[in-house]
């Protein structure tokens, strides 16, 4: 039956697509892919233009498990997987999101450093690609031909690179340190002090970013009022990366960094995103509109949660109109908890990507649709991560501590904390409720291991079985 599903799959991609090298971090070979090319507008300084989003469909019989990082070659062209693929309905399918890294002629090679255009007329069946140049500081045409034939149906190919001035756009990294009030930002450690509103921050990212290559804007992750600043520079495509602040402290005593102000933390900031780009890829996974929303609701859940128990505990300690006051207070706190909840699963089920997902995670005896909800809210890199990412990212990989002869017991640390708190109340209801994970903790209870240590061994496979559903889109069988 596979040998039938398999063949079938190969004749079509045979007759509709086309042949692509795929290149991963250990191997490389031929594919054949089909190719869908959505258009998306991108403007660079006074100028616009169409570029493209590409969308491959590969079977999963040529490529077995593409990662983010891997990259197809597809005639003079390059592409680079930047977000997790997914698998369609079928299961048979791997749909992977790429962006083109150069496009090289014959006689040139251009890096990622250049603006590489293509533009192209595609006859009507397929759609049109126009372009709309409009640089103040001039445009150079490298290399390509042009047909002189004008009809719809033949194709009109060439291939531009544009130049600021007559040089490469160069590279820069960028710092930003946050407040209320102002944004304090450092470009090739050049300070520039701006307004924290709208009209300003959208107007120095014209200003400003639109004649360089920014390989990556570091924002230190403190409260909330670097969201507006996060949300306009991705919607300009810059890249951005929250900075854990422990991270950035620490960066800051090993560069003998003590002084602390405004200005010299925005170029620290600077230095940390040059520093953490240089041996490894920075991969910032970008959440939705509602997951945003789903957040700040489960802020406010938690709050009120933290409201109704303390209120609950002070409750014998008073007596008379005290007592009064804090019931009502604890009843109105119960029916916004209510009303917080219905929304959260309101928002969940409007959107198709999370109520499919929601389904998925539910489906798995021993989480419910409290604990799926927390999980997606908390955890939205779920289908995106290898299994020893997933588990260190949740907090269920212990970690080893030994030094000379000291040799002390592994255990856990870090990671997100209230998506392993629900994680734990789903390890007690699986390790008695579902069959396999039963079996799993009694073998280890019966080897000697602590009850606790078990039910850790019990909630790290939990996460990693969730994670593998969603990224295979698989419901659980609890055989």
Not at 53 to 81: A, N, R, W
Not at 119 to 139: E, Q
Not at 162 to 186: C, H, N, P, Q, Y
Request: hydrophobic share 40%; net charge positive.
């Amino acid at each position: 039956m596979q040998e039938n599903i398999k063949r079938l799959f190969k004749d079509c991609f045979a007759h509709l697509g086309e042949v692509a090298l795929y290149k991963s971090k250990d191997k490389s070979y031929m594919v054949q892919v089909l190719k869908q090319q959505p258009d998306k507008l991108y403007e660079i300084g006074e100028g616009q233009f169409m570029g493209e989003t590409l969308v491959l469909e590969v079977s999963v019989f040529d490529v077995l498990k593409p990662m983010v990082g891997d990259i197809f070659v597809i005639g003079d062209c390059k592409y680079k997987i930047h977000t997790p693929p997914l698998r369609d309905k079928s299961g048979m399918i791997w749909r992977i999101k790429a962006s083109g890294l150069y496009i090289k002629s014959k006689s040139q090679d251009y890096n990622e450093l250049g603006v590489i255009l293509s533009i192209g007329l595609i006859d009507r069946n397929r759609r049109h690609l126009s372009t709309l140049l409009a640089l103040k500081n001039g445009v150079r045409t490298v290399g390509g031909s042009k047909r002189s034939n004008h009809n719809p149906v033949q194709h009109l190919h060439y291939y531009l690179i544009i130049f600021i001035g007559t040089k490469m756009a160069r590279t820069v990294f960028i710092g930003i340190d946050v407040s209320k009030e102002t944004l304090d930002i450092s470009i090739n450690n050049k300070h520039q002090r701006i307004e924290n509103v709208e009209t300003a921050i959208s107007e120095f990212i014209k200003s400003k970013m639109a004649n360089v290559f920014v390989k990556l804007c570091v924002v230190e992750s403190t409260g909330g009022y670097k969201k507006l600043v996060i949300k306009l520079l991705r919607e300009h495509n810059i890249a951005v990366h929250r900075a854990h602040p422990n991270l950035v402290y620490a960066f800051a005593k090993a560069c003998n960094h003590f002084a602390k102000t405004d200005k010299l933390d925005a170029k620290l900031l600077e230095k940390y995103a040059e520093f953490i780009t240089k041996n490894d890829e920075v991969v910032e996974y970008i959440v939705s509109q509602k997951q945003e929303e789903l957040k700040e609701l489960r802020a406010v859940e938690r709050n009120l949660n933290d409201e109704v128990h303390g209120n609950k505990c002070r409750l014998h300690k008073v007596t008379g109109k005290a007592r009064e006051y804090i019931e009502k207070q604890i009843e109105f706190a119960k029916k916004q908890l209510e009303q917080i909840r219905q929304d959260i699963e309101d928002i969940i089920n409007s959107d198709p990507d999370l109520k499919e997902k929601s389904k998925l995670l539910t489906s798995y005896k021993g989480v419910g649709r409290k604990t799926a909800s927390i999980l997606l809210i908390e955890v939205p890199e779920l289908g995106r991560l290898d299994n020893k990412e997933i588990a260190c990212l949740v907090g269920v990989a212990p970690k080893t501590s030994e030094s000379g002869r000291k040799v002390s017991k592994a255990q856990i640390i870090g990671g997100r904390f209230y998506a392993r708190k629900a994680l734990y109340m789903s390890a007690v209801v699986a390790m008695r409720h579902n069959k396999k994970m039963k079996v799993f903790y009694q073998r280890l209870v019966d080897s000697g291991k602590a009850a606790k240590i078990a039910l850790v061994a019990v909630m790290r496979k939990i996460i990693i079985c969730l994670n593998a559903m969603i990224e295979n889109n698989n419901f659980y069988l609890d055989v």
